[in-house]
């Protein structure tokens, strides 16, 4: 049972490339969020899922994009990766969000210059 | 605006010395109330959920409490393994699994 998966560890981007930040769930959880974590500003949702098929903005959605295909996958685009985006990126999910028991990734660290 | 307030931003104790953690909340209809430990380089650890005023749950060395305004995280003779940040969490009334985040208490406790 490996939990929360996530790929890259780290990773470095020049400004205006493009990514995707993987994120994998084998625990058949239904609620799956993103969030991006800063000095001093803790932790700030992205996009967040409750279902395949199903995904919606959080807190600070601009300049990234989402899609749940599989209860599986959450995968995280940076569309064209900005400094202001340097950030440690943490994917979580939840068999029940209101439980508030979310299991969280190890996370990506980006650095983009 | 939902907003999660805690304090302090950090703590430094002496092992066996007991002290509480504050997480000050506003949230329309509270749904939740989540306390998550984060070690350096992880990501955060699930500890506790609190639904209603004066509900209590306890693991160990910690305890957390809740008011119709605040949380309270109190640690009673720590360890240096208790050593971590502590995050705390709220969810409003609306089902989705969205969790506001306070900006974390920094503990560490000297042997």
Not at chain 2, 46 to 71: I, M, P, Q, V
């Amino acid at each position: 049972n490996a939990g929360v998966t996530q790929t890259p560890k780290f990773q470095v981007l020049k400004t205006g490339q493009s990514m995707t930040l993987q994120c994998a769930q084998d625990m058949n959880h239904e609620y799956m969020s993103w969030y991006r974590q800063d000095p001093g500003m803790g932790l700030r949702l992205i996009h967040y899922s409750v279902g395949a098929g199903i995904t919606d903005q959080g807190e600070v959605p601009n300049g990234y994009n989402v899609s749940r295909s599989t209860t599986e996958d959450f995968p995280l685009r940076l569309l064209s990766a900005a400094p202001s985006q340097t950030s440690v990126y943490f994917c979580a999910s939840s068999y029940r969000g209101a439980s508030g028991d979310y299991t969280f990734g190890s996370g990506t660290r980006l650095t983009v210059v | 605006e939902d907003q999660v307030t805690q304090s302090p931003e950090a703590l430094r104790l002496q092992e066996g010395e007991s002290s509480s953690l504050n997480c000050s909340y506003t949230v329309s209809g509270l749904r939740g109330l989540f306390w998550y430990r984060q070690d350096p380089g992880k990501g955060p650890e699930f500890l506790f959920t609190l639904y209603s005023a004066g509900e209590e749950k306890e693991k160990e060395r910690l305890k957390a409490t809740l008011t119709k305004k605040e949380s309270f995280l109190h640690i009673t003779a720590p360890k240096p393994e208790d050593s971590a940040t502590y995050l705390c969490a709220v969810q409003g009334p609306s089902n989705t699994g969205k969790l506001i985040f306070g900006q974390g208490t920094t503990l560490q406790v000297k042997p």
